[in-house]
């Protein structure tokens, strides 16, 4: 039986929870290249995410930024393991909780924040311009790093906030690139 997406062909380019997607589209009619071009890997040792995150803890804080869901997800995780889930949630619902998106608002939603306000195109730019017209010099604010470097931690410094940067997980190239290079060859053919 034809589906909407029947002569089509979708390229997957993220590892987790592909196969979810390719069945999602398969069924559709499509048929799917995957091609992983980064894989995300949780932090083998936390002792860099609780330290942050006792840091956190340490003083009030005005604003607490979330860049992804894994990352969300993750630090309660790591917080719980440390018997400190309980202190990280009561800092988020006493400070002013921002989400890049949808994946990062719902993390935020399932350890009980209220999100005061989602990026619209969900990117760090968006998010770090917000916070900037809101004032953030002499505020402490907490970011939630993606897999990349500090860039909205390092950003909102130079606006003069006082941030606890805490990283979760790191992005790194993957093992063969020859998946990622099929999806390209067939995109470009």
């Given at each position: 039986m034809a589906g909407p997406l029947t002569g089509y062909t979708v390229?997957?380019?993220?590892?987790?929870?592909?196969?979810?997607?390719?069945?999602?589209?398969?069924?559709?009619?499509?048929?799917?290249?995957?091609?992983?071009?980064?894989?995300?890997?949780l932090l083998h040792d936390t002792d860099a995410t609780l330290a942050a995150t006792r840091q956190a803890l340490a003083a009030p804080v005005d604003h607490v930024v979330l860049t992804t869901g894994i990352g969300t997800r993750s630090w309660f995780a790591a917080a719980e393991s440390a018997g400190m889930d309980a202190e990280l949630r009561a800092l988020g619902?006493?400070?002013?909780?921002?989400?890049?998106?949808?994946?990062?608002?719902?993390?935020?939603?399932?350890?009980g924040l209220d999100v005061h306000w989602q990026a619209p195109s969900e990117t760090g730019d968006e998010m770090v311009d917000h916070l900037a017209r809101l004032g953030v010099r002499r505020r402490r604010v907490v970011v939630q790093r993606d897999g990349g470097e500090p860039l909205v931690a390092d950003r909102l410094r130079a606006l003069g906030a006082d941030v606890v940067d805490v990283p979760v997980y790191r992005w790194h190239r993957p093992e063969d690139a020859a998946p990622a290079r099929r999806v390209v060859d067939a995109a470009v053919a």
């Open positions: 390229g997957i380019t993220g590892h987790r929870r592909w196969e979810e997607q390719a069945e999602m589209l398969s069924r559709r009619g499509a048929q799917v290249v995957h091609g992983p071009v980064m894989h995300t890997a619902r006493r400070a002013t909780v921002l989400a890049r998106g949808p994946k990062a608002r719902s993390a935020a939603l399932a350890a």
